[in-house]
């Protein structure tokens, strides 16, 4: 398995689970070596049945957020359009951090750290040869892609490359919230909030312990930053120096001119700021079955991040796993992965469309777009 990310690692707690040997290979030299990132929402039927499958379920249950399921939405001038409280006993998609769950899925594993994957060579003589940039190199039998979006072991199966939406994110943190931000934190309430305008928008989500994740979202071309008022249509502003982080905190705003002011203290508040411009696969990304390797999650199905990826990532972990371990041979064992990559894209096909539309519907010229989604996803 290369890539210990929550794909990944619910595949090793299958396995471990069924006493299966398997190895994980993560790039990062440990699992504290960068932030883990926002928060979570598992889906019953997704990421909670995963779990389950991983023995996990109670455990992930006693971490979880049900009242993060919340969610408000406010026009650009601060007015509360719509706001969905969350109901305790509601288990549909409970919220839980990123580094929760990672501990939770590391558990007993042995992940074999700072193990940075470069290439992947199918039917050698010794079965499928993994190259490491330490110059080093060790075949196995069967090698699994969960690294991600710019995932290694792709190129292995497929010439895909991830293409930019047109739709950047920039992330930012605001740490011990309900004590040095009351207000914002009663803004925010226990789940999310999202504010929508022309073409940009504001979203909110709590986390675990006062912390609270920021996104300023806009459709932009990629080097928006490199000149404001050409790109961006601000007169007067030039470059914006993304590692500079009073340049962001103070130049950020500008882009939601009018918005609220407690709206734009999100951002005006952040302690870190990190941008991230949206990627996709092909909507419908497949290939032709290679003997020995297989993609799982954003590595073969790359999608707008708007909540189903982790989980698709988490259940077909779970399942090649299952595959995996009931497999008595190797001619067994690469029907298994056939029919494991045929059930994937045609799932994955489908929540590719869904969350494609709904980031078009979410950052869109029209804001009534957007809340119209949340009202057809939302319970009455």
Do not use: C
């Not at 619910?10 to 299966?20: I, K, N, Q, S």
């Not at 060790?138 to 010439?159: N, T, Y």
């Not at 909507?283 to 991040?305: E, K």
């Amino acid at each position: 398995m290369v890539g210990g990310g929550p794909g990944g690692l619910t595949f090793a707690r299958v396995l471990h689970r069924h006493d299966h040997p398997v190895t994980v290979l993560e790039r990062d030299p440990a699992p504290d070596a960068r932030p883990p990132g926002g928060t979570l929402d598992l889906h019953e039927k997704l990421g909670q049945l995963a779990l389950e499958k991983a023995g996990l379920l109670a455990e992930f249950q006693a971490l979880s957020r049900p009242e993060g399921q919340a969610m408000r939405i406010l026009d650009t001038d601060g007015t509360v359009l719509r706001d969905w409280p969350a109901r305790p006993d509601d288990q549909a998609h409970p919220e839980i951090d990123r580094g929760q769950l990672r501990d939770l899925l590391l558990g007993p594993l042995d992940v074999q750290w700072g193990r940075d994957v470069t290439e992947v060579v199918p039917e050698t003589e010794d079965g499928v040869l993994v190259r490491f940039a330490d110059g080093r190199q060790e075949a196995f039998d069967l090698v699994i892609g969960a690294d991600g979006a710019w995932s290694r072991v792709r190129p292995a199966v497929s010439p895909a490359t991830p293409h930019y939406t047109g739709i950047t994110a920039v992330e930012t943190s605001l740490d011990d919230v309900d004590t040095r931000h009351p207000d914002l934190a009663r803004l925010i309430g226990d789940g999310s909030l999202a504010v929508y305008g022309v073409n940009r928008a504001i979203v909110a989500q709590r986390n675990s312990g006062g912390h609270v994740k920021a996104y300023a979202q806009f459709r932009a071309p990629l080097d928006w930053h490199t000149n404001l008022e050409r790109h961006m249509g601000l007169i007067g502003h030039a470059d914006l120096d993304l590692a500079d982080v009073e340049a962001v905190r103070s130049g950020l705003p500008a882009l939601f001119d009018g918005w609220a002011a407690p709206v734009l203290d999100l951002l005006r508040h952040g302690t870190a700021f990190v941008h991230r411009p949206l990627y996709v696969l092909p909507v419908s990304h497949t290939w032709t079955h290679v003997p020995g390797v297989t993609l799982l999650g954003d590595a073969a199905h790359l999608m707008p991040p708007l909540g189903a990826g982790a989980n698709l990532a988490m259940l077909e972990g779970a399942e090649l796993a299952e595959s995996v371990a009931a497999a008595s041979g190797p001619g067994d064992l690469d029907e298994a992965v056939r029919a494991f990559e045929e059930q994937m894209w045609a799932r994955a096909g489908r929540w590719a469309k869904i969350t494609t539309a709904g980031l078009e519907r979410l950052v869109s010229p029209d804001p009534a777009e957007a809340i119209a989604l949340f009202d057809e996803v939302q319970p009455a």
